[in-house]
């Protein structure tokens, strides 16, 4: 018994702790070491394991950039020294850059002696408008660059309502959150409702929904549900849910309620990080540096705003049951494009330490 009230003890000082990382959500946040998080782990692989009060963050862009490497900077297959596992799934090839919109990262891979420095603050600003958000240099002709940035904000038609009240995460962590307070058949309502699509809902503890960005083929799904093992079963679980069950509308009385998050993180994958490569015909390559950097913004943001539109009751009614679709539990976030049979971007959140704070 002690050991459990030490561990919720433990758990809650920790939430508390990673508060001081976070900036309110009308702030840009300073690009933050993922060494620095407590409680989350960034990723380039689904198949990372879902642990109880822990977040995990996947993002494609990296792998993108590990395909430049073995493409078009070695032009074969090679190994890295070690045979390191993620090594070996990145070779796989789950994601593809079909996969991901062109618009939303930039990739590079090269060696020093190819100029992959300059090359990269040239890309950083033809694709972004800035310069390079860390510094990075090389010491050897044979030294190697992976570098993936991937930047997402997605943006709705018309905007969310920014609510006054926080969602209370996992029963004692107050985040900021969006949503819709209390949906009615006015106008207003209608227009920002018909951006939400409900999917198998079981009850107000699991249930998946789908919001329709301002990008015509993408899915943006979230999913308030039990994870499986690992994040690549919990995201194909929740993507066999969706297929195989109708989508439903949002119904007068409902409630929508999502945690604001708001991250700027660069990852070094010390996995491969100061690791050689074989098998090729350069002379002891090294891999200087496996850097992936992810800007994420998620909240009520959108074209129009509800003060445009006019409100007005259209005398609907209905019986079904209203659905308190709040996101005060670990959850899943993910974005894909609608053909893809796996997302660019997945997050298990399974604690606050990225959300906006109260």
Known sequence: MK??????????????????????????????NSKKLMLTNVTALLEVPVAKGKS?????????????????????????EGDPEM???????????????????????????????RRLLKGERDK???????????????????YAHFIKEPKFTYEFESLEEPVMFNGFSAVSAFGILNYDYGEASQNVGKQ???????DDKDFIILLK??????????????????????????????KKNQPSDLVKGDTLQIPKIDFNLSHNFEELSGKYISNVVLRNPLIAKALMIVRFKFNQEGGMQNSDLGVGTLGMST??????????????????????K??????????????SKE
């Not at 003890?9 to 946040?29: T, Y």
């Not at 408008?129 to 030294?143: C, E, F, Q, S, Y």
């Not at 699509?197 to 079981?202: C, E």
Request: charged share 25%.
């Open 56 to 80: 995990n963050i996947f993002c494609a862009g990296f792998n993108m950039a590990w395909d430049i490497l073995a493409e078009d900077v070695f032009d074969q297959p090679f190994k890295v």
């Open 319 to 340: 019986t079904v049951k209203q659905k308190k679709l709040i996101f005060d539990k670990p959850f899943l976030v993910m974005l894909k494009l609608r053909d893809a």
């Open 342 to 355: 796996l997302p660019y971007f997945a997050m298990w959140a399974g604690n606050s330490e990225l959300f």
């Open 128 to 146: 972004f408008g800035n310069d390079m958000p860390v510094d990075i240099r090389l010491d050897n002709h044979n030294d190697i660059v992976v």
């Open 213 to 242: 960005t301002n990008i015509e083929n993408e899915q943006l799904i979230l999913a308030k549900t039990a994870p499986q093992k690992t994040l690549l079963e919990t995201v194909n679980n929740v993507l066999s849910r969706v």
């Open 87 to 117: 090594m070996q799934l990145l070779n796989n090839k789950a994601i593809s850059k079909r996969d991901i919109p062109d618009k939303d990262y930039f990739v590079i891979a090269g060696l020093k002696e190819e100029g992959i420095e």
């Open 3 to 32: 050991n459990k009230i030490f561990a919720f003890f433990l758990f809650f000082i920790l939430n508390l702790l990673s508060a001081q990382f976070l900036l309110c959500s009308d702030e840009e946040p300073e690009l933050l």
């Open 196 to 202: 939400v699509s409900v999917f198998d809902y079981q």
